[in-house]
T-cell receptor
């Protein structure tokens, strides 16, 4: 079974600064997706960024980028120019690309605080 | 397009009762998944439905069940509620053939007293 680990329960960053959230995962599969989801106080889960395991290039979405290290099974999220609206719980998630078990497996989350 | 909707948004039930939660996916989405979120266990997969058929089930007791209707709306039912069932229940839908696009609803907050 796949597992996802987020070792930082809480992080804080100064507005306009850069922060990196860590995530490691364990799987025996070679083909999968990795995601970062954001859950603000409204509890609405919002997809931030997606990475496909077969792609070597790191995904980027505006101020959000990832550092995907497949051999190390590491998938960190970098938020540049942090804004107050980035404050939320961030979840790292894994999804198999093949096979019957295609649900999302989530990490325990990192609560990000943005300081003005 | 309207997003994923869940009803009710908040619910208070007594231990031993049963509850039914509803999820309406985005129009055209035939896949619906349910997740339970608690402070202790985090986010855990409950089950997935596609075209009225359960395709996958998480590691939850038989008290948790679900179904999907021909219009893709889904319901989940929890019988004989326990205090530990208090949680945020999230529903997500996704389009066919795009497995990485999953859209979540706002959730139903269930409190069991």
């Amino acid at each position: 079974a796949q597992t996802v680990t987020q070792s930082q329960p809480e992080m804080s960053v100064q507005e306009a600064e850069t922060v990196t959230l860590s995530c490691t995962y364990d799987t025996s599969e070679s083909d999968y997706y990795l995601f970062w989801y954001k859950q603000p106080p409204s509890r609405q889960m919002i997809l931030v960024i997606r990475q496909e395991a077969y792609k070597q290039q790191n995904a980027t979405e505006n101020r959000f980028s990832v550092n995907f290290q497949k051999a190390a099974k590491s998938f960190s999220l970098k938020i540049s120019d942090s804004q107050l609206g980035d404050a939320a719980m961030y979840f790292c998630a894994y999804r198999s690309r093949s096979g019957s078990a295609r649900q999302l497996t989530f990490g325990s989350g990192t609560q990000l605080t943005v300081l003005p | 397009k309207a997003g994923v909707t869940q009803t009710p948004r908040y619910l208070i039930k007594t231990r031993g009762q049963q509850v039914t939660l509803s999820c309406s996916p985005i129009s055209g989405h035939r896949s619906v998944s349910w997740y339970q979120q608690t402070p202790g266990q985090g986010l855990q997969f409950l089950f997935e439905y596609f075209s009225e058929t359960q395709r996958n089930k998480g590691n939850f007791p038989g008290r948790f069940s679900g179904r999907q209707f021909s219009n893709s709306r889904s319901e989940m039912n929890v019988s004989t509620l326990e205090l530990g069932d208090s949680a945020l229940y999230l529903c997500a839908s996704r389009p066919d053939r795009i497995p990485y696009e999953q859209y979540f609803g706002p959730g139903t907050r269930l409190t069991v007293t």
